[in-house]
């Protein structure tokens, strides 16, 4: 088989057909993975084409974003706007604003889990007759809490293609507990119940590294030692590791560094102050392994910072897990000069619970919340299987409603802002513009954007804002007609640290309400492949960046002959065959993943008050800022947080 990127022409023709890139799967919709967004593509005139209509969408027969295919996350369509403004060209091409004679209490720009609980706790105080509107760019609700819908051999698969869980570095705050608690999530008990965490396990199926051959000289799938291992003894810990490292393609020395690093216990920095715990080459300075090591630990750090671990503190790689620092005695616990997530899973994280579709359960069960009519059912069971009637999320019947495929292009205070009563928001969907009036907004989109919507705010608050630059991702949910090759090689996920996917998991055993997780090897079964596209080597918002440059020119057919290549190549020895054993294929796109937390390494000490978050999210007049960004860390109770504070900003206003 030819390398990943194939030099010839006739060597891509050869590759290409072996991985089945000419088969007739669900996967892209476009050439060059245009997607399409089903409700747009039944309208007359066809996908985006019909500008006129693009907005009226969700209302038609058969509108069901999470079953679309290809290029989603951030789908084609949902962002061109966004940028044309941040560009300076969307005005010069723009209609003249066509105002609309809807009158709202709150409008709320962003269709996320923090704007979805800033309705949420604005109608619980303003009362139920509250008229809110949720304008939202991307053809769904949810934000990063996005739904994978699949039907592989008729029987219903979902995964998360984003927020993937409940799970936090600190408890939920009383609000965000609070409200997960109304909406009957009670995530300690739905775990206990419905999780299966042993299911893979009791097959025999464990976590396995994948070595690439570019990075490591050869192509070779790995049981790991540790991870689903009983507890063992020092000797039988060791006994493990070498046995996993003698079946590596890494050298001698190499072996014999992660051995001492995985097994040992010593104390690399006896009488190091704090400072100097900061130190940013802990393996190479301090702990003194061979450079030719790194790359075996390179993207261990990917997954929660999305970057590697060239960009992150030996601090914040101690509090997950990473080896070296056994023998060091660190106390549990926060330590100055960490990471906001690494400082609280230090400190013991939050209850944790994986809806089959992660959290976009929970925007789910707050939409069935604010408009009861656009979702049957009536428990945190059914609302797995629930189907959305999208043309009743925008009903004028309906006090609360949540327009689609919008977006804000300007949200600005009717007169002085200490004086405003009224706001006017502007949005576009295709190329027609509309104004609506409220009494006031929460801006719950990307906190990076605000300052192209609303120009008139401070200066200072606008560099606050740009400064925030979210972590690209890309989460990928593949279909497979049977997961028999993971089972012949005793794997359930495996973890490759050079390989463009830097994991690849079967899908969470959960069964909840009438959903039901496969059960047998020969059953069809979802993957989820992870990326965290990123530039080793430059500072860490440098490095996010690139990261998103990189996503949003890579074509569809890019990802899908990564995917087919990386699993053909991992999955290989249990007689995988990419060209018969892949049905569907979802890439979640998101140039625009978690909000910025701040890095240590690269990073001021801001003084008290100070951190561009926080003064990024000043209220402006009759306008609020919400989303995750505003409280610098990514995680779904920080969201919801954000969305009470921004809506309590405005009442006490
Ligand atoms: C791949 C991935 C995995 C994650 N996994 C987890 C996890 O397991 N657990 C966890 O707690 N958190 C996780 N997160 C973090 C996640 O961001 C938060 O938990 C939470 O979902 C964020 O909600 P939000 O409403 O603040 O932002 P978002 O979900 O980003 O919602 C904001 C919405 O505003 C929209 N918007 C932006 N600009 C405009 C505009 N001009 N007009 C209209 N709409 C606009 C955006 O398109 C978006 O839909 C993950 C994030 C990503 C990207």
């Not at 464990?206 to 003894?233: A, I, M, N």
């Not at 997961?483 to 090689?489: E, G, M, R, V």
Request: aromatic letters at 10%; glycine letters at 10%.
């Amino acid at each position: 088989m030819c390398a990943n990127d194939m030099p010839t022409k006739k060597c891509s023709q050869r590759s290409d057909r072996e991985l089945g890139m000419d088969r007739a799967i669900p996967r892209r919709d476009f050439l060059n993975g245009a997607a399409m967004t089903i409700g747009a593509a039944m309208l007359p005139g066809g996908r985006f084409g019909d500008d006129a209509k693009l907005g009226e969408a969700q209302n038609h027969p058969g509108y069901n974003p999470p079953v679309s295919t290809g290029l989603r996350g951030s789908h084609p369509g949902s962002f061109e706007i966004a940028h044309s403004l941040r560009d300076g060209t969307f005005w010069q091409n723009a209609a003249t604003p066509e105002s609309l004679p809807e009158k709202y209490d709150l409008v709320i720009v962003g269709g996320g889990i923090s704007g979805l609980a800033a309705a949420y706790f604005y109608r619980e105080r303003a009362g139920s007759e509250a008229k809110i509107l949720i304008l939202e760019n991307h053809d769904d609700f949810g934000g990063h809490a996005k739904r994978n819908e699949f039907h592989l051999g008729g029987k219903l698969q979902l995964l998360n293609g984003g927020t993937m869980l409940i799970d936090s570095p600190t408890p939920y705050s009383a609000e965000a507990a609070g409200l997960l608690k109304k909406l009957g999530i009670d995530a300690a008990a739905l775990d206990k119940k419905y999780t299966n965490h042993g299911f893979y396990k009791s097959l025999g199926l464990g976590s396995g590294v994948f070595f690439d051959r570019e990075t490591f000289g050869d192509d070779r799938l790995v049981k790991s030692p540790q991870v689903g291992e009983e507890e063992s003894s020092d000797a039988e810990s060791s006994a493990r590791w070498k046995q996993f490292l003698g079946k590596s393609p890494l050298s001698e020395i190499v072996r014999r560094d992660i051995l001492r690093l995985e097994t040992q216990k010593i104390d690399y920095l006896p009488g190091f102050t704090s400072t100097e715990r900061k130190e940013r080459h802990f393996l190479l300075q301090i702990a003194k392994v061979d450079p030719a090591v790194l790359p075996f630990y390179q993207s261990r750090t990917n997954f929660e910072w999305g970057v590697g671990i060239d960009a992150e503190p030996a601090l914040d790689c101690w509090a997950h897990e990473l080896p070296g620092f056994q023998g060091m005695k660190l106390e549990p616990g926060a330590a100055p000069h960490m990471s906001y997530s690494a400082a609280g899973y230090a400190n013991g994280g939050s209850e944790r619970f994986h809806f089959p579709d992660g959290n976009a359960s929970i925007a789910r069960l707050l939409v069935r919340n604010l408009i009861p009519a656009a979702i049957p059912g009536d428990s945190v069971e059914d609302i797995v299987t629930s189907s959305v009637n999208y043309a009743l999320l925008d009903s004028a019947e309906s006090p609360v409603r949540i327009r689609l495929n919008s977006t804000v292009v300007r949200a600005r205070n009717v007169g002085d802002s200490g004086s405003a009563r009224e706001v006017e928001i502007t949005y576009a969907t295709g190329k027609q513009v509309y104004s609506v009036h409220a009494g006031a907004c929460v801006l719950a989109c990307w906190n990076m954007t605000i300052p192209y919507l609303c120009p008139e705010l401070p200066e200072k608050q606008k560099e606050g804002l740009h400064y925030l630059v979210k972590v690209p991702l890309v989460y990928t949910s593949v279909g497979l007609r049977n997961w028999t090759a993971f089972q012949k090689l005793g794997v359930s996920n495996t973890y490759a640290p050079g390989a463009y996917w830097n994991s690849i998991s079967l899908n969470w055993a959960v069964n909840i309400g009438e959903y039901r997780s496969p059960r047998s090897p020969e059953e069809p079964i979802l993957v989820h492949l992870s990326r965290a596209p990123c530039k080793p080597g430059l500072p860490a918002r440098e490095q996010h960046k690139t990261g998103r440059r990189e996503l949003l020119v890579t074509p569809f057919e890019t990802f899908e002959r990564k995917i087919r290549d990386q699993l053909a190549r991992t999955l290989a020895a249990g007689g995988f065959d990419p060209a018969r054993d892949i049905m569907a294929i979802t890439v979640n796109r998101w140039p625009h993943g978690y909000s910025y937390e701040y890095n240590p390494l690269f990073d001021p000490e801001w003084p008290e008050g100070q951190a561009p978050h926080l003064i990024g999210r000043q209220r402006f007049g009759r306008i609020a800022i919400a989303n995750s960004d505003s409280g610098a860390t990514a995680y779904t109770d920080v969201a919801i947080d954000q969305a009470y504070r921004a809506v309590n900003e405005l009442l006490a206003a």
